[in-house]
């Protein structure tokens, strides 16, 4: 039976790592001089929805002191410049504090890749992070958010950042879930550890942060997953991509067949984006059929860029979608539509387009 801890994190951040790593059975792993790379949810878009810098450190400090030759962090944030990912990377200070504990910070996008080709489940071809794939010990540290699509976005979507800038928005046109799972199958972490001091609700890069004061850590990330999933209101069996993961063979997510030690596990329901969207938008009618997770990561990303400005009340996407007459149409898929309806090019649309659209009023759309 695998084992998951969960450990209360206190002032002492470090002692909270430690104690979490000992619990979960990952004390030994890291052997005197291996190369340690430890792999955050540092995302660009936003500071609170990405793992603290103080359970980086607190990681790298551990590995550190677990005998390792050399500790690196590693990151492959959301494709937006890299002027911008700098700009994130100085407000949160974190190439500074991690040289004062002997680390260092390697951007995934400008680092080698290894080429993968015609796999299942996933594009023609792809790029994993050469130093993720060949470091002698991967730590996997997300941060624990919700999803529009995943539901929670934990250590398994975590690897997404291990990818090429274009092959991650390739992901979500050919289908998100199977092709994470698909990616977990080439690059496997040693040691992974939910950051859950705290969590992020209604959204995954702009929702309000919940205290729970825990980190959840096993060698198991699908089990893993399945605990933190648990803990913020998702029971076992209802994340779609830890049942995928499981059937691959990947992990269990069959939270009686996990061990959970330390702390009890004791759900505290974060609120979905789903709920989010109905709650803010009680207006807003969403037309979908057979849409990619890209135009509803679009969608979020205009309606937050729209704020009250917004004009647009119905919006539809996806490839069998049937869109009433006054509805805003997103994506290539709706194409065929085009000529008769307000739309939104491009596969998927820019955030900041569907913005524009959404402030447009209908009848003033070209």
């Given amino acids: 039976m695998t084992t998951v801890s969960i450990t209360r994190v ?4 470090d002692a909270a790592f430690a104690l979490a790593m000992e619990r979960a059975g990952c004390t030994g792993i890291i052997k005197p001089g291996n190369r340690v790379v430890i792999k955050p949810n540092w995302n660009a878009c936003a500071i609170p929805g990405s793992t603290k810098l103080v359970t980086v450190l607190a990681a790298c400090r551990w590995a550190q002191a677990q005998g390792a030759g050399e500790v690196i962090v ?6 937006v410049g890299r002027e911008r990912i700098d700009a994130y990377l100085a407000e949160m200070g974190a190439l500074e504090a991690l040289a004062a504990v002997g680390s260092r910070f390697v951007l995934f996008d400008t680092d080698g890749h290894v080429l993968f080709k015609d796999l299942p489940d996933l594009p023609p071809e792809i790029g994993i992070a050469r130093l993720a794939l060949e470091c002698d010990v991967l730590i996997n540290l997300p941060l624990l958010k919700v999803h529009s699509c995943c539901l929670t976005t934990l250590c398994v979507k975590n690897l997404k950042g291990c990818l090429r800038p274009a092959d991650k928005m390739a992901f979500h046109r050919i289908g998100l ?5 698909a990616l977990n199958r080439l690059i496997r972490p040693h040691i992974n550890l939910v950051d859950a001091i705290e969590a992020m609700e209604g959204d995954h890069n702009r929702g309000e942060m919940v205290p729970l004061g825990l980190f959840i850590a096993g060698t ?3 089990a893993t997953d399945a605990v933190a999933s648990a803990q913020v209101g998702f029971p076992s069996g209802t994340v779609p991509l830890l049942k995928l993961a499981h059937a691959a063979g990947l992990g269990e997510h069959r939270l009686d067949q996990i061990e959970v030690v330390g702390e009890p596990l004791v759900p505290q ?7 989010r969207l109905l709650r803010k938008y009680p207006d807003l009618q969403i037309q979908e059929a057979g849409g990619c997770s890209a135009c509803s990561a679009a969608l ?11 004009k647009a009340s119905k919006v539809a996407f996806g490839p069998q979608v049937e869109p009433d007459a ?3 149409v997103l994506g290539a898929c709706t194409r065929k539509y085009w000529a008769t309806h307000a739309h939104v090019v491009g596969c998927p649309p820019d955030g900041a387009a569907v913005a524009r659209a959404l402030c447009t009023p209908p009848g003033d759309q070209a």
Avoid at 74 to 79: L, N, T
């Fill in 10 to 13: 206190g002032t002492d951040v």
């Fill in 74 to 79: 590693g990151e492959g944030p959301v494709p």
């Fill in 177 to 181: 879930l199977p092709a994470v799972v």
């Fill in 220 to 222: 198991d990330p699908v």
């Fill in 269 to 275: 329901r974060l609120e979905r984006v789903q709920d």
């Fill in 300 to 310: 979020m990303d205009g309606l937050f860029i729209a704020g009250g400005n917004r």
């Fill in 326 to 328: 006054d509805a805003l």
